[in-house]
């Protein structure tokens, strides 16, 4: 697709003949074939890959199995299961086609526990299609973009008997779990996983009809604090004025990290973020959604957060501290005349290009530990932290994608960020220096990780013919030599 | 006791004679039956009379009846069980001695829960002596007080033939839930429970042979506050940044209600706080725990309360203001990247004199309504009130009661404060407006409810001692004329 241009709203261009003829003949088979591949994208559904669950271990591995499988019937030349401390990752390869550049692709196929159970329409593992959608345990995140990936490749293979690109697949079973093991396999197989560009299908779209590209995730610094004051829990008609109550220094300590305005106020916080520039934020200010929008959709009597930003900004583009949890004392019904002997908190901070997690995490702590009441000691627990990602969004790869999707939907392709964290995107950007293509095709409304997942089918059709050309516009952006 | 002086730390005077020898005999009687008494209280700590826990419904009333048959043996001449819509009051009375004062005694027959259960040495209830004390639910809160009062009037009943002052007995089943009845059960029966002192013994010592009546208790209102934001839960990367997180504006509004030096900072909270005189600040002082003794003992870094007064002075006549429980979010192991939709907390004040419970809410209420931070709605729900309690410590009800616990103790009566509530001791106060005595037998380590409660035996016989020594003075230092 060397006409691609390096403007991230361009239109779609065609590209040359022959590979636009290859990709069509693929896309007729996939219509042709279209009520076999939904039925076994039924299948996969139906097993319980909750990879939280130990219970569901042998589930989990079922499923490896029938990916696997599923990868050697798409024609891979090579498939194997790769064991690892927990749940085993799926690799197949096609290197069919030296001289010709290589796509990592990655997904997985665990899901999310599924309680409450009974707010599911209906079962969660009993995949039902109604009104156009398949509903279902990881429908949409993420065994149907898994799904898709390996039936594109199925399609090519079949039709035109080999792939456009070499391809490496990397399909894992530890997502849901913070792919514990994922980072570690990737560092192991440098080499081996080499690629010119990586392919995910794990976000979504800007909204029904509107393709986009994800090309930031926010990163990731998790942390709990504990006060501790006396030895056990006290009466407060006993003690009450005698020590300081843990959830006061709590609410005292806690009140520390914001100002009225929404800042954080830890020191040193904001230093390395990136600012925003007055393009980036025209661009997000073509997107964002009203206010009023947000506010009958969140029903809130008012929007809030760091003062100068718009929320879409605030949401894509600058960092945040969350308290996600507090706890302390008597939670039931009614009253209790108890000053407790310990309370505590859960933060999380999301965060922006160039933070680092663990140095977040130590400032925090520090801020913490200067702004301790008297009276209580203090315990910091540190959680696992990602790093924040941004992709080049002008990056011929990323531009090839934007152009398949453009041409797939009929509508421009929207560059967009995303609010949360995928940690294992920004690990494949240090460890394989490839550019990252996150193109998604779920919907924030999906329902993933609650109840009544489901997944469009149009956006099943559409993505699907994204996905073929983007494999045949590859060869043309990916001018790189490939390393198989 | 003529020559009963009026100064608090008064040493112990000799009544009148015939008195003396009266007293004598009943306490002959007591050590004479000092066995099968024990035997009966710990029939009465068998009785499981839970009064929060609906499943010991009949074991209350049964515990109710056992009472009452101990008072009609003890020779009260009316005993009755009088039923509410909770657990039934029992009511005893011996009017036979016309032209002399009245006593109306009050104590209660249920108890705690004794969850958790394993924690107990023995069963709760399974009454066990060891090492000179009674192991058993409720045997330091209020069986054992309640059967010295039951005991010491059958010994008098028993030696003299009849009692030395018109006795009224009100023992209630529901102390331990709040007393719901009883404020309304003393308001219509005003006229008939008219008395000339109030002797209630379910207070402490000051400690280990430190005789103590307690003259203040601290008033409660409580209170609970609510912040709602979003709809529901929300992921904090897709919605980070956007709306307030209420627990972010939960510590907010919780932490503008003390300042650094632990003044409570709603307006007016102060205004009607009877300020305390030099001499009550000594008498503080003299019986103060030193700060060391306080700090093991709790096992905190430091002490903590209000600037400018002690720790006892803190706790005994100064109010707080306490978070005893606070919730929101996520608080399993781990993190979870929730904005919570609600948070909320638990508040209650420990009032002193003279501070209206309901005004102290509607201030805190205010307060919160004029600090809610944007983007989140406050509710406020209100508990139940109880007002704080001050005795005249120099009427001469009180300092005959203080000479009789010197003269059982062989050492000085402390008079002192308590930092808890009993608010039907404020109820008695207001409706009968007669003086109340608050003579406990209890020990502060006593672990009333919670595991493994117990009393001391050597306070069980020099409290027997205490209490006949006192109904024998009454009649000559009160010489209201009762209304019987």
Redesign the interface.
């Known amino acids: 697709m060397t006409e691609g241009t390096s403007h991230p709203h361009a239109h779609p261009s065609p590209g040359n003949a022959s590979e636009n003829a290859a990709a069509e003949r693929a896309l007729e088979y996939l219509a042709a074939h279209r009520e076999a591949h939904l039925q076994g994208l039924l299948d996969f559904l139906r097993l319980k890959s909750i990879s939280a669950l130990p219970a569901h271990r042998d589930d989990v591995r079922r499923t490896a199995r029938f990916v696997a499988e599923a990868l050697k019937e798409a024609g891979l030349s090579t498939v194997r299961i790769e064991e690892t401390k927990g749940h085993p990752i799926v690799y197949g390869e096609w290197l069919g086609a030296p001289g010709r550049p290589t796509v990592l692709l990655y997904g997985h196929y665990d899901v999310q526990p599924v309680d409450p159970e009974a707010l599911w329409t209906t079962p969660p593992f009993e995949p039902d299609i109604r009104d156009g959608k398949i509903y279902a345990r990881g429908a949409s995140d993420d065994k149907g973009p898994v799904w898709m990936h390996i039936k594109a490749l199925e399609a090519m293979m079949n039709t035109a008997g080999s792939l456009p690109v070499n391809v490496k697949v990397l399909i894992e079973g530890e997502e849901e779990i913070g792919s514990p093991h994922l980072e570690p396999y990737v560092a192991r197989h440098r080499e081996a996983l080499r690629a010119d560009v990586v392919l995910i299908s794990d976000t979504t779209l800007l909204g029904p009809g509107q393709p986009a590209i994800t090309v930031g995730l926010?990163g990731?610094a998790?942390l709990?604090v504990r006060l501790k004051?006396?030895?056990g829990d006290?009466?407060?008609?006993?003690?009450?004025?005698?020590?300081?109550?843990p959830?006061?220094a709590?609410?005292?300590l806690?009140?520390t990290?914001?100002d009225?305005d929404g800042r954080v106020r830890v020191p040193g916080f904001y230093d390395d973020v990136r600012p925003l520039s007055a393009e980036e934020r025209a661009a997000m200010a073509a997107l964002a959604p009203t206010e009023d929008q947000?506010l009958s959709e969140?029903?809130?009597?008012?929007?809030?957060?760091?003062a100068g930003?718009t929320?879409l900004e605030?949401?894509w583009a600058?960092p945040?501290l969350?308290?996600?949890?507090?706890?302390?004392?008597?939670?039931d019904e009614?009253?209790?005349?108890?000053?407790?002997s310990t309370?505590g908190?859960?933060i999380?901070c999301?965060l922006v290009p160039d933070q680092d997690p663990k140095r977040i995490q130590a400032l925090i702590a520090d801020h913490l530990r200067r702004h301790t009441?008297?009276?209580?000691?203090l315990e910091v627990t540190f959680?696992?932290t990602g790093r924040p990602f941004l992709a080049p969004a002008d990056h011929p790869a990323v531009q090839a994608a934007a152009d398949a999707l453009s041409q797939a939907y009929g509508k421009e392709t929207a560059f967009i960020r995303?609010?949360?964290?995928i940690p294992i995107v920004e690990a494949f950007d240090r460890l394989l220096g490839a550019p990252i293509v996150l193109m998604g095709f779920g919907l924030?409304t999906e329902n993933f990780?609650a109840p009544d997942e489901h997944f469009h089918l149009e956006n099943y059709d559409r993505g699907l013919e994204a996905l073929v050309r983007s494999f045949y516009a590859f060869p043309e952006t990916l001018r790189t030599a490939p390393s198989v």
């Open positions: 926010r990731l998790a709990e004051g006396a030895r006290l009466h407060s008609g006993l003690y009450g004025g005698i020590v300081m109550n959830i006061q709590l609410v005292q806690l009140s990290l914001h009225a947000l969140l029903d809130v009597p008012a929007l809030f957060g760091e930003y929320p605030r949401n600058r945040t969350e308290l996600n949890g507090i706890f302390g004392g008597f939670q009614g009253i209790k005349t108890v000053i407790p309370a908190a859960k999380s999301r009441p008297p009276g209580v000691t959680f696992d995303m609010g949360g964290s924030p990780h």
